[in-house]
């Protein structure tokens, strides 16, 4: 009888299981749902080591950030996040790029800064792939169909730059360009670019190239010229180390740059010193980095969070929720966006050149950190 009992039992153990397994495949639940949405894979490459790393750090926060809310809101997709680190240099970059394409299968794709960009546009226009810089301030970053730009553009920081000269009435610049980087020419130029024609003189360009470390031939060149600022186009360590080189050869002129101070992890350096920065945050974005990192956000960690929202909503615009859209299908939705509202502020919009123009801002070094004065008209 015993042995019947057993068999009986075990019938009704596995008419129990089967029952269940039905059940909850027909019960429909959340943690169901979730996970039978189509995964869409966006790659990110990142400076997460090296010189400006702690850039690569605020801007891979912004991106957990952005992507931590994405959990809790009714979206078509679900959406995974993979990192490669760069350490900033082109050659590294462009192998990471090539990795998040044709190994991790992304489906679009974002990258940092000028001299990574430029070498990550023509493989992602080959693999016809949505690519978003979200920190170059060369043009050049977007060029093709599938790159974009999510940064303020050289041509409006130069105007912002020009316009403060002549508040200021600064008539005589030199500036120290790393002649490398993409972005620090960019800059330059456009600048060379909206002074023509005016009273200012660019008495001087001494370039360098990244890893520098003496920069007394340089100076020696035109400590005599009478300049009246100079404006340095470098990134860290450069910059720290031509702003005291230059101080060191009793030069007493002011140092200024467009952008680059915010590149130090020195800002005492620059005290009571002027500079044109990119696009300033909404005050919600400042706050919510700050209540989740315990810092304020670094230069770029907006362009970032926005970066991965508009990749969103260019997805979810796409495609049904059934299938991923495909790769052009996601590019074309990205370019035909229009006023979108982020972290850098309302009615941001993609233009027919790629790229997402923003305002320049005029900052001060104050008490050590960097403090708006005034936003470009």
């Known amino acids: 009888m015993n042995k019947y009992i057993k068999i009986i039992v075990g019938i009704a153990v596995v008419v129990f299981v089967l029952a269940f397994a039905v059940f909850s495949k027909d019960s429909n639940s959340p943690a169901e749902t979730a996970s039978a949405k189509p995964t869409i894979k966006i790659g990110v490459t990142l400076p997460l080591t090296g010189d400006v790393a702690s850039l690569g750090e605020a801007n891979k926060n912004a991106i957990v950030l952005a992507s931590e809310q994405l959990k809790s809101r009714n979206l078509k997709y679900s959406y995974e996040f993979v990192f490669e680190d760069d350490q900033f240099k082109p050659a590294i970059g462009a192998t990471a790029a090539s990795k998040l394409i044709s190994v991790d299968n992304s489906d679009a794709i974002i990258s940092f800064g000028s001299p990574v960009g430029n070498v990550v546009s023509p493989i992602a226009e080959q693999s016809k792939i949505l690519h978003v810089n979200d920190f170059a301030s060369d043009?050049?970053?977007?060029?093709?169909?599938?790159?974009?730009?999510?940064?303020?553009?050289?041509?409006?920081?130069?105007?912002?730059?020009?316009n403060e000269l002549n508040t200021r009435g600064i008539k005589k610049i030199v500036f120290f360009?790393?002649?490398?980087?993409?972005?620090?020419?960019?800059?330059v130029n456009a600048i060379r670019e909206k002074a023509a024609g005016t009273d200012i003189k660019i008495l001087s360009t001494e370039t360098f190239l990244t890893g520098t470390r003496d920069f007394r031939?340089?100076?020696?060149?035109?400590?005599?010229?009478?300049?009246?600022?100079?404006?340095?186009?470098?990134?860290s360590p450069e910059i720290e180390i031509l702003t005291r080189q230059l101080r060191a050869s009793g030069i007493k002129a002011p140092v200024g740059s467009v952008e680059t101070f915010e590149f130090s992890n020195d800002l005492s350096l620059f005290e009571g010193l002027w500079y044109v920065n990119a696009a300033d945050a909404t005050s919600w974005f400042n706050d919510l980095y700050?209540?989740?990192y315990g810092v304020s956000p670094k230069i770029g960690a907006p362009n970032a969070y926005d970066a991965v929202n508009m990749i969103v909503q260019a997805v979810e615009t796409a495609g049904d929720g059934k299938t991923k859209p495909s790769r052009t299908e996601i590019r074309n939705a990205f370019a035909s966006i229009q006023g979108f509202n982020g972290a850098l502020g309302n009615n941001l919009n993609v233009g027919k050149d790629g790229l997402v123009d923003s305002k320049a801002v005029i900052r001060i070094i104050k008490g050590g950190k960097p403090v708006t004065v005034s936003e470009s008209k």
């Not at 970053?141 to 303020?152: D, I, L, M, P």
């Not at 360009?177 to 800059?187: E, L, R, V």
């Not at 020696?220 to 186009?233: C, P």
């Open 139 to 162: 043009p050049k970053v977007a060029n093709g169909s599938y790159n974009f730009v999510h940064y303020t553009p050289a041509k409006s920081d130069a105007i912002a730059f020009v």
């Open 177 to 187: 360009a790393q002649a490398d980087n993409p972005g620090a020419a960019a800059i």
């Open 217 to 235: 031939t340089n100076i020696d060149k035109v400590k005599n010229l009478g300049a009246e600022l100079y404006v340095l186009q470098a990134s």
């Open 290 to 292: 700050t209540k989740r």
